[in-house]
């Protein structure tokens, strides 16, 4: 049986550093699946993720990315998936996800570290303080997936990875498919 990990949160919180951690120090053969670069593969007729009319676009590309983590986890392999996956994206994995077990962990440091982090990147990575301040809201209150958020204001890319893997581990995790 495969271990799919959604490893998500708001832009800046760390989810790809820590997800390329967490996969490359895997004790199992595993896969790190990066869900912006689904959106990136779209080069005509892309709307940013986070605006309103983005909806029919981020359900197409979950499906995507769903469809991706099957093949993998049916070839045997374990996936760490890191990408901002709320809550309101959760149904396309739990029903797929009959033959993996499927961790959902937020990485949720205070808006302040997520703003100064999300800003501080370079390249195609989002640095706009409103989008990142509405994603961070998105991830603000979680209803009865909030034990499955940790605080990473405090910690590391290391650190983190470690409370990642200890988070997993426990099982406490888990969601119920």
Same mark, same amino acid.
């Given at each position: ?12 919180s760390g989810k790809t550093t820590v997800a390329r951690l967490v996969a490359t120090d895997a004790p199992r053969p ?22 309103? =009319? ?40 739990? #029903?797929?996800?009959? $033959? ?9 440091? $205070? ?11 370079? =390249?195609?990575?989002?640095? $706009? ?7 961070? =809201? ?23 990875? #470690? ?15």
């Open positions: 049986m495969s271990d799919v990990l959604l490893l998500t949160g708001p832009p800046g595993t896969v790190h699946v990066t869900t912006d670069e689904f959106y990136r593969a779209i080069r005509t007729g892309f709307v940013p993720p986070y605006l309103p =009319g983005a909806q029919r676009q981020n359900e197409m590309v979950v499906d995507v990315i769903v469809a991706t983590v099957a093949v993998y986890a049916r070839g045997g392999y374990d996936v760490v998936v890191d990408g901002v996956i709320g809550p309101w994206f959760l149904a396309p994995f739990r #029903a797929a996800a009959g $033959d993996w077990r499927l961790s959902y962990v937020v990485l949720r440091p $205070d808006l302040d570290t997520t703003l100064r982090r999300g800003r501080s990147r370079g =390249g195609v990575e989002l640095t $706009d303080a409103d989008a990142i301040t509405g994603m961070h =809201g998105g991830f603000a209150d979680l209803g009865e997936l909030e034990p499955h958020a940790i605080d990473t204001s405090s910690l590391d890319p290391a650190d983190t990875a #470690a409370e990642v893997r200890k988070a997993v581990a426990s099982g406490d995790y888990l969601l119920n498919t």
